[in-house]
């Protein structure tokens, strides 16, 4: 059994918080294979399932999680895809890269090295539209959010809090400093799946000058 | 086919059926606030929910039809004309080419639905032309509607075309100032609380597609600091650390780590897109199973009259 708690969030939906905090992306992919639940959502500690209670009871709901963390308990191995995605770092794609690295007591490049040779995952997206928080990143690295939030932050723009990389997708006002700019297109909105990255996607980062 | 926008209000978008299963990429729901009265809209015109229809967010809303529709009017009640002519909400009515529709405030609720049969043509985005703002997706490039916009008018389709239809009565929702709103305890509320089922909260300034705050005494939380991120839905009463509770509607981000206090059911959510400044609101307790029950019922009330329609 992998779950440490299973709480009700309202008369239609359901939080796991497993204990192994690892597990959540093999659990949202287990739980992704009913049909049972409008919703996977995952969050920073938990996975959280919206379903219909008309046309399933709470109770058989909640029998549907059990298997589903018994089957990720099975499955173990790693899930997600892996991408690599370059990143340009001139000064109109990376207003904050300098300060940044100044910030912690080193040159730019071997900043970056730090970063690059981080082990990136998308933790979860949230914030907007296919907003990723990547985690993994090397954690000796200092970094907080803007005072003054941009009121438009470009898509595509890496943004770095200590621990965490932060990707737009979309044009639209953020507080993250921004150290670079993926080349890659993010969010195709005339596509049937919009969103490049989705929860448990590792990153691999290429500095393009 | 279209029509003309003279006058749009405050707010007007188009909106349709919300986007499901996309909460993981971050993209949220949208779509109708009030989706029942949407829907009603919808039948009576003989539109699939996934039709876009006017949302108008308390008025004056005045538009020329460029074409002969046959148009509904659902969701808060306003004074309604055609060509200056006196006409009615919750039945299906007829309108020319020049003739102008023109509605004032509603007296109470917020949001008022235009429907046509066909459905007006937005960008469909994720299987929806429901507009989300904050990103500029859906509906008119993403945005809210303005005078000198032309609304392209989708073909209806053959079925009930010559159908005149009328609401059934007990279909009717009447709004007042006062919501009472079926909850039942969100993950954060503190045990044994009471107080919060016996007051009546105010509806704030601060209204919007995204949400609505409230005004009134919340328990104090223990812990006011940020609770690891986590996925939320419209419905659920987040109480950030000044105090006040925010009710998520359909536009609210796909994730949050503030306080979830209390969840508004599924069987009432619909009534939240009605909510304006001013407004008194109370929760009702329910336990899930409770809720449950509650849903069924209104599910097989409206099931009688929109067999399509799910709560």
New interface residues.
């Given amino acids: 059994m992998t779950a440490q708690k299973i709480?009700?969030?309202?008369?239609?939906?359901y939080?796991l918080i497993p204990s192994d905090n690892h597990q959540r992306h093999s659990i949202?992919e287990a739980l992704r294979s009913s049909d049972v639940w409008?919703?996977?959502?995952?969050?920073?500690?938990?996975?959280?399932?919206?379903y219909?209670?008309?046309e399933t009871?709470?109770e058989v709901a909640r029998t549907h999680i059990l298997s589903a963390m018994d089957q990720a308990d099975l499955a173990q191995q790693e899930i997600g895809s892996s991408i690599t995605l370059r990143m340009r770092i001139d000064e109109k794609s990376a207003p904050e890269l300098a300060a940044c690295a100044k910030a912690n007591g080193l040159p730019v490049d071997a900043f970056l090295d730090r970063i690059t040779r981080s082990d990136l995952i998308v933790d979860?997206?949230?914030?907007?539209?296919?907003?990723a928080?990547v985690s993994g990143v090397d954690d000796t690295l200092a970094g907080q959010r803007l005072e003054h939030p941009r009121q438009l932050t470009h898509a595509g723009s890496v943004g770095f809090i200590q621990g965490f990389l932060g990707i737009y997708?979309?044009d639209?006002p953020g507080g993250w400093p921004v150290i670079g700019r993926i080349s890659e297109r993010l969010f195709d909105?005339t596509s049937?799946d919009?969103?490049l990255?989705?929860?448990g996607t590792r990153i691999k980062l290429e500095v393009s000058q | 086919m279209s029509l003309e926008i003279l006058q749009a209000g405050p707010q007007s978008t188009l909106q349709a059926t919300s986007r499901n299963g996309m909460r993981h990429i971050g993209i949220p729901a949208s779509g109708a606030a009030d989706p029942l009265s949407h829907a009603l809209g919808a039948r009576l015109v003989g539109n699939d929910t996934s039709c876009a229809s006017i949302e108008i967010t308390y008025g004056p809303f005045e538009a020329t039809f460029r074409c002969n529709a046959r148009i509904s009017l659902t969701g808060a009640i306003s004074e309604a004309s055609v060509s200056d002519q006196p006409v009615a909400f919750h039945e299906t009515l007829t309108v020319g080419t020049g003739q102008t529709l023109k509605l004032g405030h509603p007296t109470a609720g917020l949001r008022t639905y235009v429907s046509v049969a066909g459905g007006f043509e937005g960008e469909v985005f994720a299987s929806s032309p429901s507009t989300y703002l904050p990103a500029h997706l859906g509906g008119v490039d993403g945005r809210a509607l303005k005078q000198g916009d032309m609304l392209a008018i989708s073909e209806a389709s053959a079925k009930g075309a010559d159908e005149m239809l009328k609401t059934p009565s007990e279909l009717r929702l009447p709004f007042t100032n006062a919501f009472a709103l079926r909850a039942t305890p969100g993950p954060d509320l503190p045990e044994n609380e009471i107080e919060i089922w016996e007051q009546n909260f105010s509806a704030t300034r601060r209204a919007s597609r995204i949400g609505i705050e409230l005004d009134g005494n919340f328990p104090a939380i223990e812990s006011n600091r940020n609770l690891p991120s986590a996925g939320i839905f419209p419905g659920a009463l987040q109480l950030p650390p000044q105090g006040r509770g925010f009710l998520l509607l359909p536009d609210c981000q796909t994730t949050g780590g503030y306080p979830h206090i209390l969840q508004v059911n599924r069987s009432d959510r619909h009534l939240m897109g009605q909510i304006r400044p001013g407004d008194s609101v109370m929760f009702l307790k329910r336990a899930p199973a409770e809720a449950a029950v509650d849903q069924k019922e209104k599910q097989e009330l409206l099931s009688s009259w929109m067999p399509e329609f799910r709560l």
């Fill in positions: 709480i009700a969030c309202g008369d239609d939906a939080r949202a409008d919703e996977v959502v995952v969050g920073r500690e938990s996975v959280t399932v919206q219909d209670p008309c009871p709470p979860m997206l949230g914030f907007a539209p296919g907003f928080y997708a979309l639209g909105k049937q919009p969103v990255l989705a929860p």
